[in-house]
């Protein structure tokens, strides 16, 4: 049977920590911060390639550089893995991502002004046979020779894999440090490919460090979820993110510590939304931004943002705002 779309996904679990790759059983690969895509080139000459977001639908006409060069890859290829865009520095931007993932009908300017790459971790059908019931090890073979037979360089990158454990350990404690890389996925070496199932595992690197409370959603007497802000260079208080939901303890450790926000509050007047990607207006109540709060967050951040939800770990009422990192550190 010929794969085409749409086709769910395999999926990954997340845990807190590392587990034993054990000799033989598992893989590790570095878990990039991009939008997962399924690509398909065309099984016969004319037809077009496709390419397929984690949800389903069908974006090739916003990727127009991808498709270009995927006309040179053999045909019946579905290939797994997470659209990026480097920045002029050369780093991931998810921001520039977002904006190839909306373009309508800029997308040829935008891809000549931010060519996107395909970060390739998987192969589910080659040559219009598929692989999907094949070992994850098998798969890797596939994949790794088609890189090599066709000499594959840009825009197509071949995701790193080891079952090193020490070289996993490095990819989560020292490649995460540079933007675009979370963590890394644990596969079994022997598991077939299960669309839609969460089989794999994610471990995401996290860090604790420290922001403002500058507004929080519910009241000041049951804090529901915080806000969290920190200056930049001219003084501004800049949004960093906001936290998963308090439970009872930590909230009412945090109401017992906030005050209302008085005149000139510098969010005053700021829109806010309830997640990175929602337009869902939120309406928080302000609170004088005095009030530091250590939290854990993963690494995935954009412009000094985090896009995840940030988790609560406990007030620092021994620190005052000059403590708190300036805006836009990565930590």
């Given at each position: 049977m010929v794969l085409r779309p749409p086709v769910e996904p395999m999926l990954a679990q997340a845990r807190e920590t590392l587990p034993s790759l054990g000799p033989g059983r598992m893989a590790a690969q570095p878990k990039f911060d991009g939008f997962r895509a399924l690509?398909?080139?065309?099984?016969?000459?004319?037809?077009?390639?496709?390419?397929?977001?984690?949800?389903?639908?069908?974006?090739?006409?916003?990727?127009p550089d991808l498709t270009a060069a995927a006309r040179s890859l053999p045909n019946g290829l579905v290939l797994d893995g997470e659209l990026a865009v480097l920045d002029p520095g050369g780093q991931l931007s998810f921001t520039a991502l977002q904006r190839r993932a909306t373009a309508g009908r800029n997308a040829r300017a935008l891809a000549a002004e931010m060519p996107a790459h395909f970060i390739v971790f998987d192969v589910l059908q080659s040559d219009g046979q598929e692989l999907v019931d094949e070992p994850f090890a098998r798969r890797r073979e596939v994949l790794e020779a088609l890189f090599a037979d066709h000499q594959l360089g840009p825009p197509w990158t071949l995701c790193p894999s080891t079952t090193d454990p020490a070289i996993a350990d490095e990819w989560l404690y020292e490649w995460t440090d540079v933007p675009g890389v979370e963590g890394v996925v644990l596969k079994s070496l022997t598991g077939r490919y299960q669309p839609g199932v969460r089989a794999w595992t994610k471990v995401r690197r996290r860090n604790s460090t420290e922001a403002l409370v500058g507004a929080v959603t519910g009241s000041l007497h049951r804090p529901h979820v915080l806000l969290l802000g920190r200056y930049d260079t001219t003084g501004?208080?800049?949004?960093?993110?906001k936290t998963v939901p308090l439970k009872p303890g930590p909230a009412r450790d945090?109401?017992?510590?906030?005050t209302a926000a008085g005149?000139?509050?510098?969010?005053?007047?700021?829109?806010?939304?309830a997640s990175w990607t929602s337009r869902t207006p939120l309406a928080p109540v302000l609170v004088d931004p005095v009030l530091v709060a250590e939290f854990s967050a993963d690494t995935s951040q954009d412009h000094g943002v985090w896009r995840h939800p940030l988790r609560y770990e406990r007030?620092?009422?021994?620190?005052?705002?000059?403590?708190?990192p300036p805006f836009g550190e990565p930590q």
């Open positions: 690509l398909y080139t065309p099984l016969r000459t004319g037809d077009p390639v496709l390419v397929q977001t984690r949800r389903g639908a069908l974006v090739q006409d916003r990727f501004r208080l800049r949004l960093v993110g945090v109401a017992d510590h906030l005149p000139g509050h510098p969010w005053t007047g700021v829109r806010f939304t007030l620092r009422p021994d620190a005052a705002d000059t403590d708190v």
